[in-house]
């Protein structure tokens, strides 16, 4: 049996960038994806803050497009605009992105297995089975994305919960690249509908919700403006968060969308999952050099840290988003425009960071003004999350 230092399970941009970190740091790393062709199909908006810029995991050349801000729309139309004096936002080919971060890792030096599907993670020998063969090391990393089978195992008596992101790649007639529109509509909620300008030609139109296909479908069916012609589908799943989910067990560790590493409010996992591997990368690299698996754990308890009053504080707006219906939205957002609210969003507003935005919202008292059906015990459980 061949052993590795480290195998990773995904070739994705989270397995890949945590491949490529432990590859650089001189370990010997086995990479697994099942697909021959890395990044395809597209199941992404490809949207991220700028802050990506931080993970120095970006070159340029995989900006698609630069964005200013978004306009934000209520059922009834009415539209607020935010934005930032510079961009706020990039939209990125999504497909070349991941092959380029799965060569990375490759150049790096790690060794790559394309094609072949991992079947088991035996957590208690550190080892896998694949379609080809078997495998150990020292550590596995499981990046497989949404519904691992490994995450399943770690987490037996765990009730998993996603979204179904639906989106469609548009041909347009030529329009407006600078801004991103954000629909409410309340019977995908807390989802919501996004179009993506990519190009001044072409466009992301889509939602993510836990309703059925055919009313997803039906829905972004009536959102495409007259001209635009549909040149592809994509469906994927958006696991979301759980601070109970656990994320190591003995030498495995979970990252990415199998770790449930996603943003609840807007469904984002590349920023997070960056910043995610370099903690597990930092913490890997001390247990190797240590041979003392407590760091693994340290990798989960410092995620923990890092991740869960932010988390838990979007999964509070997310329960009062849901329960608003129509009106409600109307009328917060006629109050968003009349208090000028679009100022202080466009300069607290951060698609990462939006516990900054709450808390001026909740300081300033706008949020009552906002929002009042919603009682004032539920506005301070908001607070305390903060
Ligand atoms: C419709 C939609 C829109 C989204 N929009 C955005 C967005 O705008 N911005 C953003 O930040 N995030 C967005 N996301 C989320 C983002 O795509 C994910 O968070 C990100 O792809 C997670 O990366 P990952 O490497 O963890 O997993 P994945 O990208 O899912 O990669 C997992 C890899 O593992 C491989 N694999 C799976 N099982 C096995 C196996 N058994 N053996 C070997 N290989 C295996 C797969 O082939 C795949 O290559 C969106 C998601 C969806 C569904």
Redesign the pocket.
Known sequence: MTNYDIIV????????TYAYKMAKLGYDVAL????NR??QPL??????STNIKDTKNLPEEFISNKVKGANLLSPNGTSITVEKDDNSAYVLD?VLY?KYLFNRAVDAGATAFYG????DVDMDNTRIT?TNGKYSSNIIAV????N??TSKKMNPNFKEESYT???YTLKTEPSDTEYVDVRVNTSILPGFIWKIPVSPTEQRL?L?TNGSHKQANQILTNMMDSGSTIIQK?????PRFNVNKKIVENNTIL????ANQ?KPT??????T?FNCTTIAAKNSNKMLEEDNNNYLKQYETEYHKKYDSEFKAQQNVQKIIKSMDEDDFNYMFKELKDNNVDKIISEYGDMDNQVPLLKQLVKTGVIFKLLPKIGVRRLKNIWKSL
Not at 116 to 119: A, D, P, Q, S
Not at 143 to 146: D, F, I, L
């Open positions: 399970v995904g070739g994705g941009p989270i397995g890949s697994f994806d099942m697909k890395i990044g199941q992404c908006a490809g949207i991220v999504r991941d072949e599907r991992v079947l694949t990046a497989c994305g949404p691992s089978a992101g639906i989106q889509g993510f994509h469906y994927g799943l958006i990252l990415g969308d199998s996603i807007t469904g984002g996992g590349l920023v999952g």
